[in-house]
Structures are given as C-alpha cells and as structure tokens.
C-alpha cells in the first residue's frame, strides 16, 4: 500500500471517530440543556411538582435506554441509536416547553 492511500484511509478513520465523538458530546450536551431548562422552570414556579417528577422521570428513562444501548455496542452508540435518542430528545423538549408555557404553576 503506498503512503498516499494509507493516509486517506487514516484520515478517513479519523473522521469517522470524531464525528461519532462529536455526536455523543452533543447528546450529553443536550441532556444537561434539558436538565437547565427543567430547573429553570422549577426556580421560575412555571413548572409544578407534578410536571418537574414526570420530566425527570422520561429523562432518566431515556439516559437508562441510552445505558443499555451502548451496553450493547461495546460502549458505542449505532446510528440507529444516535437517531432514536435525537427523536426522544426532541419529544422531551417539546414536552418540557409544553408544561412551562401552560397555565398551571407552583
């Protein structure tokens, strides 16, 4: 194999790490936004009781099948599973903006 091949097939390894890094920074990136916008809520009295456990309950049920996902890949979060945690993500966020924007506070 001569050098030149070599290094394209290195940076292209590179790459693909990186991005797959990227990826899992920016779910745990999210998850802490998420757990900041539930405490804002909470601090601000738009979210009561009720709603701050029924939130933290789906965050943890998402970060327990994110625990099992990468159990199952050696520690490695798939595509699949990258794309399914995004789609609960954003559920999440749309059910964390829904109860601070509703009429019942603490």
Known sequence: ??????????????????????????????KENQQDRIAQGVKSGQLTAAETGHLEKQETAINKEEKAMRAQDNGHLTKADKSLINKQQNQESKRIYRDKHNSRVQ
Do not use: H, P, V
């Open 1 to 30: 194999m001569n050098f030149t091949k070599f290094a394209f097939i290195a940076t292209l390894t590179l790459t693909a790490a990186a991005l797959s890094a990227q990826t899992s920074q920016e779910i745990n990136q999210r």
